[in-house]
């Protein structure tokens, strides 16, 4: 049975510095939030080309979203953003457990991401109801330049579901502003700035991290966790504080 199936095109939103948010519809199983699929193009050799994408929408949502970074010269990306020019497929099924379900219960929870991987928390934040396993979220978003904070109207709208709930901190590497950080997540993890930001402790006794994007990110800042907070790796069979995954 072929696995793919035709999008529709509903929407492609361009953002500035080459950021693009693709808006579909198609007949696929049922996701959970947090998880990803795989959207592909058949070249005309007929060799498929695919890679994943994580789900910006809600899993009760009629319309597909997901949030992506054009790659010029890449295999994909460019058919993706010529979509109205191009046949595109999705996969029917989704992967990945990188959702709430898997996550032992805590008070805090950590959701850090880098640039696009911020996806996976919006769908996870529309659709679950993680205050029943967390009394407070810490959302954080790190990106080199304001330009690039496509979702701050979608974060207005999360702030009011939670509401005292939760908190919302932007991270810029590439340019200073006033009401946000500076630096790189690591690093303001080990001086104490992410916390002290906040006013909330990251720590092993009551936080559960979860760490999306950028696979130099992730590995920096699973070692400052390691490091300064004792923390490690959340498996299954053996529990811990970080949950990750990594953006390509």
Known sequence: MNPWLEIKLIAIKKWKNNLFS??????????????????????????????????????NSKNLEFYILLIKNGLLTPKLYDIKNNKIFISKNSFGFFTISELPKKENLWMI?????????????KYENILKKFKKIILIHAVKYSIDLNYLNLFKKIKKKYKKNIKIKIILSQEKRKDYLFGRIPNLIASGELEKSVKEPLNSKNSHVMLCGNPNMIKDTQKILLQYKKMKKHFRRNPGHITSENYW
Do not use: D, E
Request: net charge positive.
């Open 113 to 125: 991401a880098t640039g696009t991987a911020i996806g996976p928390y919006c769908s996870i934040l």
């Open 22 to 59: 693709l808006i579909v519809q198609a007949p696929i199983n049922k996701f959970i939030a947090g998880q990803f699929t795989k959207l592909s193009y058949i070249k005309k050799n007929k060799k498929r080309i695919q890679r994943a994408y994580s789900f910006v929408n809600s899993p």
